[in-house]
């Protein structure tokens, strides 16, 4: 079983960056594909980002990628999501989830077995 917390959340400007992490605990992380799925108001929980369990391939939306950088460190169970270059659409609460299917279905939310609380990441324009 794994638990995971998601950081880093908050109100920034347009054009700033935040790095948001997700503190795992649970055997199964260093074998588990991580990804970042985020949900705005009214809107469907749409995927982000994801990283192999390895860290050796990654995979990220067309909205968000040369913005978002994904990477785990599986020395301390965390991920991480850097988000540069903000967007006011990118204003979303961001959730952290992990999975152990086969990395072709990273970008299906309901492939993911566990999922953090969630963490709000609003950007002004």
């Known amino acids: 079983q794994v638990q995971l917390v998601e950081s880093g959340g908050g109100l920034v400007q347009a054009g700033d960056s935040l790095r948001l992490s997700c503190a795992a605990s649970g055997r199964t992380f260093s074998t588990s594909n991580m990804a970042w799925f985020r949900q705005a108001p009214g809107k469907e929980r749409d995927f982000v980002a994801a990283?192999?369990?390895?860290?050796?391939?990654?995979d990220y939306a067309v909205s968000v990628k040369g913005r978002f950088t994904i990477s785990k460190d599986n020395a301390k169970n965390t991920v991480y999501l850097q988000m540069n270059s903000l967007k006011p659409e990118d204003t979303a609460v961001y959730y952290c989830?992990?999975?152990?299917?086969?990395?072709?279905?990273?970008?299906?939310?309901?492939?993911?077995?566990?999922w953090g609380q969630g963490t709000q990441v609003t950007v002004s324009s």
């Open positions: 989830a992990a999975m152990t299917a086969a990395w072709f279905t990273r970008r299906s939310a309901n492939r993911y077995t566990y």
């Open positions: 990283i192999l369990w390895n860290g050796g391939s990654t």
